[in-house]
C-alpha cells in the first residue's frame, strides 16, 4: 500500500527566506506524487506532480519539487517567501489502480512573518 | 469553467438527524470523487464514480453513508443518523478521467458539517 508521512506538522519562515517543506512516500510501485495546497475557505489547489519524468519539478508560484527515488523523498521547496505562502500543503500519492483516488498527508501548515 | 460547486457551504445539524450535500463537477468531466477531511488531518478518500456508476467505496463509508450520481452529472452524499464523528469538511472533485497518470482532480470548496 501506498502512503506519504510529511516529516513538519508546522514550519514558520520569515518573508523572503527559502521555506523547505519535508515529505517521504512508501509505494510498492512507481508513484505518481503531488503536493496540493490549501488557503482557508478555499478549495484544494494542485501546486505540482510528478509522474515519472524530470525529476525536479516546476511548479505554480515559484515552488517546486524533487523526486528522490533513493531517498523515498518529494521535498517541496521555494526560494523565497511571500505572505501569501500562509497556508496548509499536503503531500499526496496516487493509488495505481484509479490515478484520481488519492493518499493525502497530515498536511504542513506554513506560517510566514514579515 | 465554473469549477467544482458543493452546496451548502456549511451545516449544522444535530445528533440523529439526516444531511445531503450535493456536488456539481465541471460539466465534461466523467469522474468525480468524495473525500472527508477532518480537523487537522488530509483529506481522505470515500468514494468515487465514473459516469453514473459508483466504482469504488472506502471502509470508512458505513451504511449510514449513500452517495449517488443520477444520470452522470451531480452528485448527493447522504448521511442518515448523523452522529458526532461526522463531523468533517466533505470535499468533491471531478476529473476528465484519461486513464494514464495525467489524471488531474479539480476539487470544490467543501461542505463543513458539524453534528451537535
Known amino acids: 500500500a501506498q502512503s506519504v508521512t510529511q516529516l513538519d506538522s508546522h514550519v514558520s519562515v520569515s518573508e523572503g527566506t527559502p521555506v523547505l517543506l519535508r515529505c517521504n512516500y512508501s509505494?510498492?510501485?512507481?508513484?505518481?506524487l503531488f503536493w496540493y495546497v490549501q488557503h482557508p475557505n478555499k478549495g484544494l489547489q494542485l501546486l505540482l506532480k510528478y509522474t515519472s519524468a524530470a525529476t525536479l519539478v516546476k511548479g505554480i508560484n515559484g515552488f517546486e519539487a524533487e523526486f528522490k527515488k533513493s531517498e523515498t523523498s518529494f521535498h517541496l521547496t521555494k526560494p523565497s517567501a511571500h505572505m501569501s505562502d500562509a497556508a496548509e500543503y499536503f503531500c499526496v500519492v496516487s493509488d495505481e489502480d484509479s490515478w484520481g483516488k488519492l493518499q493525502f498527508g497530515a498536511g504542513t501548515q506554513v506560517v510566514v512573518t514579515p | 469553467d465554473t469549477g467544482v460547486s458543493q452546496d451548502p457551504r456549511h451545516k449544522i445539524t444535530k445528533r440523529g438527524q439526516n444531511v445531503t450535500f450535493r456536488c456539481d463537477p465541471i460539466?465534461?468531466?466523467?469522474?468525480l470523487y468524495w473525500y472527508r477531511q477532518t480537523l487537522g488531518q488530509g483529506p481522505e478518500f470515500l468514494t468515487y464514480f465514473q459516469n453514473e456508476a459508483q466504482l469504488e467505496k472506502s471502509r470508512l463509508l458505513s451504511d449510514r453513508f449513500s452517495a449517488e450520481r443520477p444520470k452522470g452529472s451531480f452528485s448527493t452524499l447522504e448521511i442518515q443518523r448523523t452522529e458526532q464523528g461526522d463531523s468533517a469538511m466533505y470535499l468533491c472533485?471531478?476529473?476528465?478521467?484519461?486513464?494514464?497518470?495525467?489524471?488531474?482532480?479539480?476539487f470544490g470548496s467543501g461542505t463543513q458539517l458539524s453534528v451537535l
Open positions: 509505494s510498492s510501485y512507481s508513484p505518481s
Open positions: 472533485a471531478s476529473s476528465l478521467a484519461l486513464g494514464s497518470r495525467n489524471e488531474k482532480l479539480f
Open positions: 460539466s465534461e468531466h466523467n469522474r
